[in-house]
């Protein structure tokens, strides 16, 4: 069999001669990695089934708010409107109040964040770097079994302790999110802290720095990843809260946007386009947080995940 029909150089002619170009380490990059990734199809068949879950009720709800009510009320709801209401959407922000209620959610949702990244961080900070002292490690058993609370046994007397202090108003809502919040939060964050190296505190305080100086100035930036996953996890929570603004909140003019959809709602009927419209306004800037934090998200889920 000849060289030109097996496409192979024999041993016996020697290497390849000096004028025969050759591939860049790039062009040898790319091909190496082709030549190593397999699509596992299997996987990919079952991702792709699990998306379904997600993309057949996010098609439903857009097709259901450019739906007369005629056409929401007939067939099975899954088609497409043929002239689609865009006029739903501009219904829905006049009755719900848009403006209002979005103004009260982001009030409500900012003050969450924030105050449990920083009660949270703080909590974590004085348990792992005082694990050794008897308190702060009762202080982590009891978080641990706060967790295992059920929130309906505490609603009603938190509804009448925030009656007696002044504070059924989103004001009382955002305190009561951080507070509920702090259980889980820290526990994230003690997480996180331990893979943190006590060395580098010990050359801050060898620069004069306080106990506060060190923990703002070193140890917070350095809890980035997990401070967005945090974050996130508090945005959706105060965001799509349902039960706590109805519970606590006595002025309607100051209600959420959650609650507010509900008068799309009656006993005998329900105008299914406008509140799927109504919906549909109140997911945006949920999905747009997303979008922008999903990379801070999975880094700090799955770093504090392995320690």
Do not use: C
Not at 49 to 61: E, G, K, Q, R
Not at 138 to 153: D, N, Q, R, T
Not at 168 to 195: C, E, K, Q, T, Y
Not at 238 to 250: E, H
């Amino acid at each position: 069999m000849t060289t030109a029909m097996t496409g192979t150089r024999p041993e016996t002619q020697g290497p390849a001669p000096l004028d025969t170009p050759r591939p860049s380490p790039a062009v040898r990059t790319r091909r190496a990695n082709r030549e190593g990734y397999k699509i596992n199809w299997w996987m990919t068949a079952l991702m792709l089934t699990a998306s379904l879950t997600i993309l057949v009720p996010l098609y439903f709800t857009i097709s259901m708010a450019l739906k007369s009510p005629e056409q929401a009320v007939s067939g099975t709801g899954f088609a497409w409107p043929a002239n689609p209401q865009w006029g739903n959407f501009a219904q829905a922000f006049v009755l719900t109040n848009y403006p209002a209620a979005f103004l009260s959610t982001a009030v409500i949702t900012v003050i969450t964040v924030l105050g449990s990244l920083a009660a949270s961080s703080m909590v974590a900070y004085a348990i792992v770097r005082n694990w050794e002292r008897r308190f702060f490690r009762l202080s982590y058993i009891y978080l641990l079994s706060a967790m295992f609370v059920p929130f309906p046994v505490v609603i009603l007397p938190l509804i009448k302790q925030t009656a007696i202090l002044g504070l059924d108003n989103p004001m009382g809502v955002a305190l009561i999110h951080i507070v509920g919040g702090i259980s889980f939060n820290s526990l994230l964050f003690i997480a996180f802290l331990r893979s943190i190296p006590i060395e580098l505190e010990e050359a801050a305080r060898l620069d004069g720095a306080s106990t506060w100086q060190t923990f703002r100035k070193v140890i917070f930036p350095l809890l980035a990843p997990m401070s967005a996953t945090v974050g996130i996890f508090a945005f959706l929570g105060s965001w799509n809260d349902f039960l706590l603004p109805q519970m606590l909140i006595a002025d309607p003019a100051l209600q959420t946007l959650p609650v507010v959809q509900q008068l799309f709602q009656g006993q005998f009927n329900t105008n299914y386009p406008l509140a799927f419209a109504s919906y549909l306004m109140a997911l945006a800037p949920t999905l747009v947080v997303y979008l922008f934090a999903q990379r801070w998200i999975m880094s700090g889920v799955m770093r504090g995940a392995v320690k």
